[in-house]
Every structure is written in C-alpha cells, then in structure tokens.
C-alpha cells in the first residue's frame, strides 16, 4: 500500500493514507482539505525515516522549520486531533529495524558533534591514531546505517505484497 510520495520536497498524499482510520476520521471531519494536507505533509516530512527534512536536519530544528514552511508559523502547535494523527502514523513506522537506524543516525551526530569540537585542538600522535582509528569505525557506521536504510525499505515494500506475490490494488487493505 502506498501512503505517499515525496517530489521535490513536497509530499504528495494517496488515498491509501486514509486507510488509516484516525487520520481518515479526520480527513472527513475538517472541511479544509488544504489545511489537513499542510498537517499531513508535515507528519510526513517530519517523522518519515527517508524524508529530506529528518535526513538533513536535527530533531530540534526540523520541526519549527517545517511549520515555517508548511504553515507559515514556526510556533504553530498541532490540535488534539492533529497529535493524534501524528502519533498513530509514528505508532506505524515503529519497527525494530527503523529503531535502530534513528538510533545509529543519532549516534552519527554525536560523534560528528565530537570530531567538530575536536578541530582547534593540538594533537599528539596517540591522540591522531585514536581518531583515525575512530573515523574507520564511522565508516562502518555508515555502511550499518545504510545497510538498515536498505532493511527498512526491503520491509516497507514487503508490506504491500500479498498471498502468491501478488500486489495490492489501491482499493484493498493489508
């Protein structure tokens, strides 16, 4: 089942998303349908693992960037039922390999955060080989994170297959 696509940094809703029943009451209960697609294309952009924003920015400053650009209002606070749309779609990306990916990009930015700290400082020759050291196994850090970005993927379109290998019509549910 496809929810969405991300073109050009917008995303663009399918209406598979509103097999989801929080966000399909929603989407019934609020006549401007601009609005509600500002608030999913935020959920989206903020929470999807391969969204431009989460792959670019830090948790802290993606969602006030987002709310500047989707809503125009870096201060803008979701309503309950927004929240709970919000939740729910995190509640259905939460699986182990996605966990394990945030959680290796978070470690990347601490030890990226530790190497920028590090640049005025006056090396010795242990200290050099600790950090070269150190850079081997960032790079092996980033071949585990893309290889869990691979996994995470594999998993989502294994998602949308049925019995016989078959796919999904846009009108059945998983």
């Not at 500047?68 to 699986?95: H, M, V």
Request: glycine residues 2%; contains cysteine.
């Amino acid at each position: 089942m496809k929810l969405f696509d991300i073109v050009a940094g917008k995303c663009v809703v399918h209406a598979d998303f509103l097999a989801i029943p929080v966000i399909k009451r929603y989407w019934e209960s609020t006549e401007d349908k601009q609005h509600v697609n500002n608030v999913l294309s935020f959920i989206i952009l903020c929470d999807y693992w391969d969204s431009p924003y989460v792959k670019s920015m830090n948790d802290d400053i993606r969602e006030e960037k987002l709310k500047e650009d989707i809503f125009k209002d870096k201060n803008y606070q979701l309503t309950a039922e927004e929240q709970i749309c919000r939740d729910e779609y995190a509640r259905l990306l939460d699986t182990r390999n996605l966990k394990m990916l945030k959680a290796m990009r978070n470690k990347i930015d601490t030890v990226s955060a530790y190497y920028e700290e590090s640049i005025g400082e006056e090396l010795d020759e242990k200290r050099i080989k600790d950090l070269l050291a150190g850079m081997e196994k960032v790079k092996a850090v980033f071949q585990t994170v893309d290889f869990l970005e691979k996994a995470v993927k594999a998993e989502e379109l294994d998602n949308t297959k049925i019995r016989g290998n078959a796919q999904l019509n846009p009108y059945e549910l998983a």
